[in-house]
């Protein structure tokens, strides 16, 4: 007890510093404005003039400040009957964009032969997210970030590869697969012209 008392009494006797918060905002301190991007865009118009653009701290949609919330969906991994729901349930929680992957290893598991049917079906999940006014924001890769085998890379593409050079002379031609498949020989993107939905591609 007698421990307790004087440590109590020591706390007391010292002088008690306020804290600053860390969230602080100050008010009086002019409001600085954001600066041009220093990343160099590419073309940023869609067919009906609406643009996305950034600066220094924020997105734009056509000219305005636009802070975007996007779920991270993998339409491969789930079964196709299952997306309709799943994409409710992203919508319901506050999601406006759903980011999906274009996983190569599983549009084109046997080489020269795409699939683009079932849970591959990407035109009918873009379709279904533009039903419920969900944006997509298409990854094309070649490269998946996110616990994919080979890095989404096929089986038969790893098999053949002699060596992976990251210099001046590697070669990009087979990462351009998936894209150009699904883009003119496979799923052929819904245009945003019509409605698609596409509203970013990384």
């Not at 440590?7 to 600085?32: C, E, F, M, N, Y």
């Not at 919330?69 to 406006?96: C, N, S």
């Not at 298409?138 to 990251?166: A, Q, S, T, Y």
């Amino acid at each position: 007890m007698a421990g307790l008392s004087l440590a109590v009494t020591g706390r007391a006797q010292s002088p008690v510093q306020p804290v600053p918060h860390p969230l602080a905002v100050d008010a009086i301190a002019p409001v600085l404005l954001p600066e041009p991007s220093s990343y160099i865009e590419g073309t940023f118009l869609a067919p009906d003039g609406g643009s996305i653009t950034l600066n220094s701290r924020y997105l734009l949609r056509n000219g305005r400040p636009w802070l975007p919330v996007m779920g991270e969906f993998h339409y491969t991994r789930v079964p196709d009957q299952r997306w309709e729901q799943e994409i409710l349930k992203m919508k319901a929680g506050g999601v406006q964009i759903v980011s999906t992957y274009v996983i190569w290893i599983h549009h084109e598991e046997i080489e020269g032969q795409f699939d683009w049917s079932g849970r591959r079906d990407l035109r009918r999940f873009i379709e279904l997210c533009a039903k419920h006014g969900m944006e997509v924001q298409l990854r094309i890769g070649p490269w998946v970030h996110g616990e994919v085998r080979n890095g989404g890379f096929p089986d038969w593409l790893v098999k053949n590869v002699v060596d992976v050079c990251d210099g001046p002379h590697a070669r990009a031609e087979p990462g351009d697969r998936p894209a150009h498949e699904a883009g003119h020989g496979g799923a052929h993107f819904p245009p945003v012209e019509r409605g698609g939905g596409i509203c970013l591609e990384s």
